[in-house]
């Protein structure tokens, strides 16, 4: 194919929808429980030219992009998951779901981290 003129074209009224096949894909879900899944917090981030990070010593402060009162980014293996707030514990950080990133959203509002 040498452009998207000669590519199959996508058919939705062929698509089944009926309840049987949607609860069979969400039974084939459950397979999937057990998988972990590497979740990060991102409390900010910043763009400093190298010569800064090399003088960075102990008691460096390096100022992030975001107020101490915004909420941080919850990644899952680098996708952007949710937003929430930070908690503790018992003496340990902890992060409250505050947002649900919607899986029905448009792509936009998703985000990759490597």
Known sequence: MSDMTEAPKFNAASVDR????????TNNLDHFGGVSLRISVEVGSASIPLSEILGLAEGSVVE?????????????????????????????????????????????RFERRA
């Open 18 to 25: 009926d309840s049987a096949s949607i609860s069979r894909a």
């Open 64 to 108: 992030l992009d975001r107020q101490a009162n915004d909420v941080l980014d919850i990644f899952a293996n680098g996708t952007l998951i949710a937003r929430g707030e930070v908690v503790t514990v018992e003496g340990r950080y902890g992060v409250r779901v505050t947002d649900v990133v919607s899986s029905d959203a448009s792509s936009s």
